[in-house]
């Protein structure tokens, strides 16, 4: 299946290595704009399969709000953010407002495109150097999702499987089991399993 993808990046010299870079890996870009406006029009007819979207324009539209109007615009297109912002709490802002990635400029193409093919298909894609701060565990690792993902390793799904259950990537769910691990004090999965069993973390 082609992956269709729509860039925006008010840099027109970047905005042109995306497009050569893409296209080069097998993507149809098909829409490449410097500017919000005329993007948003684009994606709302194209309807990409993802959205690719810099968080600095240079305008009063921010990357932020193109990536809300991109899901309004388009429900069914996914969105992900290209930046150089290392920010934690701007990744979180990002996903706030609709987006399933966020990956930083310095990535090599070929893993750009593997990591939007996985945002098409549904996962939340995070680089590493921002996933900590967007998915650090909740005290007492009790929030739902931690509790969600606890109860996978313990049914025995593998990190791919429990992220095809949760829409995130394997990667991630490694990274985030790795937090809970750490919150817990264990150092395998059966040992978290024990241990999140003992605290009452696996009952409904």
């Known amino acids: 299946m082609t992956l269709t993808v729509a860039v925006l990046d008010d840099h027109e010299v970047v905005l042109e290595g995306l497009i050569r870079g893409l296209e080069r890996h097998g993507v149809d870009v098909v829409v490449n704009e410097t500017a919000a406006t005329p993007y948003l029009v684009e994606v709302e007819r194209h309807r990409p399969a ?36 290392e920010d934690p709490r701007a990744a979180a802002r990002a996903i706030e407002a609709g987006a399933s990635g966020y990956l930083l400029k310095d990535i090599a193409m070929k893993q ?23 998915l650090r565990p909740q005290p007492g690792t009790r929030s739902p999702q931690n509790r969600q ?56």
């Open 112 to 134: 750009l495109v593997d990591r939007l093919e996985a945002v098409r298909d549904g996962n939340l894609v995070l680089d590493e150097r921002v996933a900590e701060g967007v």
């Open 50 to 85: 993802v959205c690719l979207v810099d968080l600095r324009l240079g305008g009063e539209v921010t990357g932020f709000d193109v990536v809300a109007r991109c899901r309004e615009l388009s429900p069914d297109s996914r969105v992900a953010v290209l930046t150089s912002n």
């Open 149 to 204: 993902l606890l109860k996978l390793v313990a049914a025995g799904l593998t990190n791919r499987q429990i992220g095809a259950e949760m829409h995130l990537s394997p990667h991630t769910v490694k990274e985030y089991l790795s937090k809970i691990m750490r919150e817990l004090g264990t150092h395998t999965r059966a040992e978290t399993v024990a241990t999140a069993s003992q605290r009452g973390l696996l009952d409904d």
